[in-house]
């Protein structure tokens, strides 16, 4: 599987947009995915997963009820719809995708294929 993540951009405090991430591959739609973001100087972190079936979402604190994680399996994508955004979800983000294991496994090393990030920059 290879993924390629698209859709950041700049945006205002309280705006949105909508990430993209395309994985190619026949069984794209068994794996477990993610999104996770990283600044300069500070670790990825975990931002949100999804089921392969899309029925089971998972979402650190700071964003949920902002963020959602859908996919499409028809199509091999998964999205990550971002809401009410702040200055502090700015951030490169990337997708990423696991073969096997528990959603709840939130680790980077939990994740066996990553895309490129894409930069989201939300200005105060």
């Known amino acids: 599987v290879q993924l390629q993540a698209s859709g950041g951009g700049f945006v205002q405090a309280g705006g949105s947009l909508r990430l993209s991430c395309v994985a190619s591959?026949?069984?794209?739609?068994?794996?477990?995915m993610g999104w996770f973001r990283q600044t300069p100087g500070k670790e990825r972190e975990f931002v949100a997963a999804i089921s392969p079936s899309g029925d089971n979402s998972l979402y650190r604190d700071s964003v949920k009820g902002r963020f959602t994680i859908v996919r499409d399996n028809a199509k091999n994508t998964v999205y990550l719809q971002m809401n009410s955004l702040t200055p502090e979800d700015t951030a490169d983000y990337y997708c990423?995708?696991?073969?096997?294991?528990?959603?709840?496994?939130?680790?980077?090393?939990?994740?066996?294929?990553w895309g490129k990030g894409t930069l989201v920059t939300v200005s105060s």
């Open positions: 591959g026949r069984t794209a739609s068994t794996y477990r």
């Open positions: 990423a995708a696991s073969a096997s294991g528990s959603l709840y496994y939130v680790g980077r090393d939990r994740y066996d294929v």
